[in-house]
């Protein structure tokens, strides 16, 4: 985590980000997101990572423009939050801020999943937060399909000269 001059490893404070990053934007449950690793840094570093974390988040163009739930960039923050205040660091107005601004946003029936692909780009579903919509289930995107699709890029030799619908 530290270098031997002391400093943070650039790479591993990288990694974490961009975790944080994907699984924000996929709406991927807090369990899974890598908050051990960022206490570890938090132990043995300042707390610019969360302003980077906010970045990265909460304050991207991606989450002003397609923003995910509103519960859950509400749950997002205050972990993000109990995290910072675990350091007994001076308080971030920076985090406050954000959590007062998507408390004052109300709740739509519609949120954005987000899957950063390994070029940098995404792709951008709009889903239904609720359980049944228009009579039915299926608005929301069903596990298997992500799977199927992270295969498919994992092997792209296996559809090579091939039609593909």
């Known amino acids: ?8 490893d650039d790479d591993y404070v ?13 709406m991927n449950r807090q369990s899974v997101m890598p908050w051990e690793s960022l206490e570890e840094i938090l132990q043995t570093s300042d707390t610019s990572v969360i302003q980077d974390i906010l970045q990265k988040t909460v304050l991207h163009p991606l ?29 971030d107005d920076m985090l406050y801020e954000a959590l007062a601004a998507v ?42 399909a992500l799977c199927t699709a992270e295969w498919s890029i994992e092997n792209p030799h296996l559809f090579s000269d091939r039609c593909r619908i």
């Open 63 to 91: 989450c002003k423009k397609y923003p995910p739930s509103v519960k859950y960039r509400k749950i997002f923050l205050t972990e993000l939050i109990k995290k910072h205040e675990a350091t007994a660091a001076e308080p």
């Open 1 to 8: 985590m530290r270098t031997e001059d002391g400093k943070k």
């Open 14 to 26: 990288d990694s974490l980000l961009h975790a944080f990053h994907v699984q924000f934007f996929a």
């Open 103 to 144: 408390l004052c946003t109300e709740e739509s029936t519609l949120c954005y999943k987000s899957y950063l692909l390994p070029t940098g780009e995404s792709v951008t579903l709009c889903e239904s937060i609720a359980a049944i919509s228009e009579g039915t289930t299926g608005l929301v995107t069903w596990e298997a």
